[in-house]
């Protein structure tokens, strides 16, 4: 028997457009491993035994009888997924974020598995980066495992297992599929004939699907009577994207919560709200006292009590760009962040860290499905934040330096931020239309003023 899409990862599928492709990016800076490319090439055909899914592609029943299901690729061809890249000198981080800008544009080949990944070379610093591509329908849950995650090591000399055999499993022809739709659907009628198409149309029936996150975010909806405040993040988007980065230094951060209270995470909200403001101020856009950005915020939580684990919420929050003390900024946002460990509106998250401990693209991947699963009209932007290890981690020996995750962006939505921290930093991701907000790079060289600004209201 075939395994089949849940009829929420198809509607990921079916809602994608040619502008709005929906696959999570991540870039990681590392090193030059000692065995260069190549080592890190043979690291991927080797571990690619742990991420069955990525030999694995997507059929349609004929008919649409029922929801896709996913095949073996028996024409795999893991050149095709890995790729090479290189930069002409001088190799910089501007020329990095060009190339990563363009290939975050192009969507992925529904023919084939979900995923690419792009080795470059020419990084200046004696460095090189991978930059992944993931769609949402192939991480298909927390428990789930992203390529870049069996990549990383916590010890540098870890070797890599020999590539296993791999033997595809035959393909069901379209008589076999549609004939084993029909006998699901009468074992399972409710489950099968008419699914994706409500997991399409309907929005309380996908956000159902998803368990407790889009259940919290339901209940959020119903609270919220009004749309999203209008901003010059929405508007029609291109297919041209453009990628900038940020940093801070957690011991900043922690500084900042250790003085005034609430969590990091509202004080990277904080950061973020006085960088938006900022910039709609320098586009001599209004901003009086009430000026808000609503923000789609899914957040990863640790519970106290045993046995729960990792957890996941997530938040629409109201980002009050309007208030120009940045202390009254902070306590405004913690006052709303302040429910997030309500019970409900959390899913247990057990394989948040799963190998390495570091599972990125799983998570930011929670902020793209739940922004298809609501209304574009109730928030302006999304914003993920995934905590990581602190300590480093390693690739075919070579020491990750920096990561940087690329959210990707909604319809009618121009800008997404997706935050990650990793060895006592926190990066920030910003993928935007390059239409509507081009000028993004101005709002990336905020963070750290925010950041400074902060720090100086601590003592």
Do not use: C
């Not at 020329?95 to 800008?101: A, F, G, M, P």
């Not at 460990?341 to 799963?354: C, E, F, K, N």
């Amino acid at each position: 028997m075939v395994e089949r899409l849940s009829p929420l990862d198809a509607s990921f599928l079916y809602l994608e457009e040619p502008a709005t492709p929906m696959h999570v990016g991540g870039v990681l800076v590392l090193e030059t491993p000692p065995g260069g490319l190549d080592a890190l090439e043979a690291l991927v055909a080797a571990r690619l035994a742990l991420v069955p899914r990525y030999r694995q592609r997507v059929v349609e029943v004929p008919g649409h009888l029922a929801d896709p299901v996913w095949v073996d690729d028996r024409e795999f061809d893991l050149a095709y997924h890995l790729r090479r890249s290189g930069l002409p000198r001088p190799g910089t981080e501007a020329q990095l974020l060009d190339l990563v800008s363009r290939l975050a544009s192009r969507p992925l080949d529904r023919n084939r598995p979900l995923w690419e990944a792009y080795l470059i070379d020419g990084l200046s610093g004696n460095r090189v980066a991978v930059m992944t591509k993931t769609h949402p329908a192939l991480v298909d849950g927390l428990s789930a495992i992203d390529i870049g995650q069996v990549l990383l090591d916590v010890d540098p000399a870890a070797a890599a297992p020999e590539p296993a055999d791999w033997q595809p499993a035959r393909a069901p022809g379209g008589a076999e599929l549609v004939l084993q739709a029909l006998d699901e659907y009468v074992r399972r009628p409710s489950s099968m004939v008419g699914a994706a198409r409500a997991a399409v149309t309907d929005v309380r029936s996908t956000a159902a699907r998803v368990g407790g996150v889009a259940g919290g975010l339901l209940r959020a909806v119903r609270s919220t009577v009004l749309p999203a405040p209008h901003s010059p993040l929405n508007a029609p988007v291109g297919r041209a994207r453009r990628v900038v980065v940020a940093r801070a230094r957690i011991d900043d951060l922690d500084r900042v919560r250790a003085a005034h209270g609430g969590t990091v995470n509202d004080v990277l909200l904080t950061v973020l709200t006085g960088a938006l403001r900022e910039w709609l101020l320098s586009r001599g856009e209004p901003v009086v006292a009430g000026t808000s950005v609503r923000a789609l915020v899914p957040v990863s939580l640790q519970d106290d009590e045993p046995g729960w684990g990792n957890r996941v919420t997530s938040h629409l929050v109201d980002l009050p760009v309007g208030e120009p003390n940045p202390r009254v900024r902070l306590a405004r946002l913690g006052y709303a962040m302040r429910g997030v460990g309500v019970p409900g509106r959390s899913v247990t998250a057990d394989g948040l860290i799963a190998l390495t401990g570091f599972a990125p693209p799983t998570l930011h991947a929670l902020g793209a499905r739940a922004a298809r699963g609501l209304s574009r009209r109730l928030f302006n932007l999304v914003i993920t934040n995934v905590p990581g290890p602190q300590v480093p981690l390693y690739a075919a020996g070579g020491r990750m330096l920096e990561v940087f995750p690329v959210v990707p962006l909604a319809r009618g939505q121009g800008l997404s931020i997706g935050m990650t921290s990793y060895n006592g930093t926190v990066f920030f991701g910003f993928n935007a239309d390059r239409d509507t907000v081009g000028d993004v790079d101005v709002l990336a060289d905020l963070i750290g003023q925010q950041v400074a600004e902060l720090v100086e209201t601590a003592g």
